[in-house]
C-alpha cells in the first residue's frame, strides 16, 4: 500500500488551485526583475504567499498583496509591468475569495467560481483606462504614491457607501 500525501478527501486538483494561489503574488513581485527587491521583501511575500495558500481566508493574503503593491508603489514604476501585475493580484484575490467558500476538501463550485470571475474581469476594466490616462495625459508622471493613496480613498469610500446602503435588519 502507498502511503497517501494528502490528507483524506483533499484532491490533487484542490492542491494545484492553492499551489497557484501561492505562485500568483510571487509572479507579481518577480515582474521587478532584473531590479531585486529586499531580501526581506521576498521573504515576507513568500512565508505571506504560503500561508494565504493554505489558509484563504487569513489577512496574510490581504498582506501579502500590499506587501507587493507597495514594492511597486515606493519604486514609481509605470510601465506595461504594472498592469501585468494589477491582473495578477486581482487573479489572486478572487481565486482567495472562491477558496474561502469551504474546506480544502470541498470541490469548488463551478457556477461560484465562474461569478468571481466575472467580478474579477470587471474589477480590471477601468486598469487599461487609467494606465493610459496616466502614461498620456501627465508628461511628468506623478509619483505612484498618489495613486495609491487615491485608490485607498476609493476603496474607502466604498466600504463606507456599502455600509450605508445596507437594507436594515428586522
Do not use: N
Request: glycine share 6%; net charge neutral.
Amino acid at each position: 500500500m502507498t502511503p497517501r500525501v494528502l490528507p483524506p478527501g483533499v484532491t490533487t486538483s484542490a492542491v494545484a488551485v492553492r499551489v497557484v494561489l501561492f505562485l500568483l503574488p510571487c509572479a507579481a513581485l518577480a515582474l521587478a526583475l532584473p531590479d531585486v527587491p529586499h531580501p526581506a521583501l521576498v521573504v515576507a511575500v513568500l512565508l505571506g504567499a504560503a500561508w494565504w495558500a493554505r489558509v484563504p481566508d487569513h489577512p496574510a493574503g490581504a498582506i501579502t498583496l500590499l506587501l507587493v503593491a507597495g514594492w511597486w508603489t515606493v519604486h514609481d514604476v509605470l510601465d506595461w509591468r504594472i498592469l501585468a501585475v494589477g491582473v495578477l493580484l486581482v487573479a489572486a484575490h478572487v481565486l482567495a475569495t472562491v477558496l474561502s467558500y469551504g474546506p480544502v476538501a470541498l470541490p469548488v463550485d463551478p457556477r461560484l467560481a465562474v461569478l468571481w470571475a466575472r467580478r474579477g474581469l470587471l474589477s480590471l476594466v477601468p486598469m487599461p483606462v487609467t494606465y493610459l490616462a496616466v502614461r498620456g495625459l501627465d508628461a511628468d508622471l506623478p509619483p505612484a504614491w498618489l495613486w495609491t493613496a487615491a485608490a485607498v480613498g476609493t476603496v474607502a469610500l466604498l466600504v463606507l457607501t456599502a455600509r450605508l446602503t445596507q437594507p436594515e435588519p428586522g
